[in-house]
């Protein structure tokens, strides 16, 4: 009995055909670039083309049928009736392909990513694990020269201490952004050279068994004008009303706004650009979400970012963020890196 499985027949109306191959990874342990699973009530069969066949012949509570590379074509010849589809994932030309044979293709969303948001016991622990190695990256990256080298040759770096330090990969895409770059949230490292009285905003995080860390620090090379030290503590405040709002039955939206708040009462108001927080996982941004048009309502299980930023165009930015997982009675902060603006050489 596959309990993720189970969870999800009991939120289906007609069978449930997952496209999204993350979602097939979750429910079954199961990669692969072109796979699908249809969910019913009394089995679940896992398609997929001769490439993967060996692979998905062993997965275990599934039945395998092989198919065309062309797998939607294939599936719309295949099956008939309501079947339900990840409205999120197929595109129009796939939707248009289900439904050129028998099948009465069912718009459905989230049904696999709200089961996805609530962790278990081994989904923590590799988050953890992906945590803690971040933390000890952090530690190393300190001690690095930052002035007179590019954003880009730092980003390298921070990629050779994860790999130092056990990580099975990077998360993303590592942000290392200075100066005027640091301003812009999602600034990617460039081939500028970092220099002196700057704050450079490191975002970045590693992966362990397929789960992801996703902090983010800010340092400044030598002084920094008071205005910028001023927003660095509006900006830890903030991420503190943000926690001090965190617990299961709480809604996004509100652990947003409890964050949002902080900044705008203060002379940085307005400059809080984007949501607070999101669910993380196999992917980087999942849900739930905390933010402005966030519908979502934390519960115990969840794991959220918790990342305030002030971005004050063309001169610096700062953003924290810290890696949380909703309990019982609050949260447990997974982040153990320290938040006192660290300067660095
Ligand atoms: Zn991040
Ligand atoms: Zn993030």
Redesign the pocket.
Known sequence: MNPRIERLRESLEEPLLVTNPTNIHYLFGFKSSNAALLVEQDRARLFTDFRYSEAARAVEGVEFEETKRALLKDLADRLCGPVGFEADFVSYSGYETLRSGAIEPVPRRGLVEQLRAVKDEDELASIKRACEITDRMFERLIGERFVGRTERDLAWTIEQFFHDEGAEAIAFET?VAAGPNSARPHGRATDRQIGRGETIIV???CSVGGYVS???RTFATGFVEAPVKEAYAVVLAAQQAGFDALRSSVRGFDADAAARRVVDETVFAGTFGHGLGHGLGLE?HEAPRLSVESTDTLATGNVV?V?PGIYLEGRAGIRI?DNIVVTEGGFENLTGFRKDLITVG
């Open positions: 942000i975002d970045t995080g996703d902090y983010t980087v970012t990342e963020e």
